[in-house]
């Protein structure tokens, strides 16, 4: 089931972009793979984040610039971004994992915005203008990623790759030790566990998947702004992850869906929409505490426990059964 349930979901990936705006089905992806970094280190190692878009945003203009001025492929521009944020979560990471609760979150949203200033003065990020008309670029020197739906299959590649990546680290031996610090910090520095360098790890995964998402949405929409880089964008991501469901892996996906739908659908209110995704956002709290996804695998559980005593106590009531029947039948002879 589960791998039919996999095939068809990949199939509808590449049937999408025929019956859909492919820009849109791309912004889907790029926030997911963002949302899925955030998650890594909020939902699997409980650290909360609200600096987080300073990885995107920076990352997307490493990546413009490394494609613009520097006239690098698209492959190794989303890696000079990759690479860049990579190296901005070590240094903020190594500030901050020291730290725990509202304090750590405060330190990450301090960074962030130094960065967010940073992008604001120097020279190459063009400002408050931002960096414009930077090139797709042809994949790995003759692919034309000018073309809307070339451009989506090599968007959905990265896709695939990153949560390929996250399913990898989430069900390894380090993946599990990220989830016995969320669940208990204490009981696994006593088990022997530096956990420091493994909150540190989570950090720098995380924040090297957001510039990987930063890089690529740079180049679906050929540009990079201020916006990139703001706190809202932190924001974002906290949005898109809760309403998913934190801790799943299909949570961020979901979650992203939703928002950029909303945001698309409702653009023309222009200023209510921010309103309207914040009543959103408390409905889905209120209705759904562990998110869409949470919410539906705690559903599924309950039903494969309901049905595990019922499919018990019929295998207990046959042996019951038969020596009646056998009783039965004696009497009768």
């Not at 309901?306 to 039965?328: C, F, G, K, N, W």
């Amino acid at each position: 089931m589960k791998y039919l349930l996999c095939a068809l979901l990949a199939v509808a990936a590449v049937l999408a972009p025929l019956y859909y705006y492919p820009t849109f089905l791309m912004t889907i992806l790029c926030f997911a793979i963002y949302a899925g970094a955030f998650n890594l280190l909020f939902g699997y190692t409980g650290l909360l984040s609200f600096g987080h878009a300073a990885y995107f945003g920076f990352a997307a203009y490493i990546c413009g610039y490394a494609a613009k001025s520097l006239g690098l492929t698209p492959e190794l521009a989303i890696l000079a971004g990759g690479l860049s944020s990579a190296l901005l979560g070590l240094i903020v990471g190594y500030l901050a994992v020291r730290q725990q609760g509202i304090i750590f979150a405060m330190v990450t949203f301090a960074l962030a915005e130094v960065v967010y200033f940073i992008c604001l003065r120097a020279p190459f990020t063009g400002g408050e203008d931002g960096m414009q008309s930077i090139p797709r670029g042809h994949l790995f020197g003759f692919i034309d990623l000018s073309n809307s739906m070339t451009m989506y299959y090599f968007v959905l590649a990265i896709f695939l790759l990153c949560f390929w990546m996250l399913y990898r680290i989430v069900h390894s031996p380090f993946g599990q030790v990220l989830r016995a610090i969320r669940e208990n910090e204490t009981r696994a520095i006593s088990m022997g566990y530096r956990t420091d360098q493994y909150k540190l790890a989570a950090f720098v995964l995380s924040a090297t998947l957001a510039g990987i998402a930063g890089s690529t949405k740079t180049l679906v929409f050929q540009l990079a702004t201020l916006t990139d880089v703001h706190w809202h964008k932190s924001g974002e991501v906290i949005l898109m992850t809760l309403l998913g469901g934190l801790g799943t892996l299909a949570g961020p996906v979901v979650g992203s869906g939703l928002v950029v739908s909303l945001s698309e659908g409702l653009a023309e209110l222009g200023e209510w929409v921010p309103f309207i995704l914040g009543v959103s956002f408390v409905v889905c709290v209120l209705a759904f505490r562990r998110g869409i996804v949470g919410e539906l695998l705690a559903y599924l559980e309950r039903r494969r426990q309901s049905t595990v005593p019922a499919e018990t106590a019929h295998s207990d009531s046959t042996p019951a059964q038969s020596a009646s029947e056998l009783a039965t039948a004696g009497e009768k002879r």
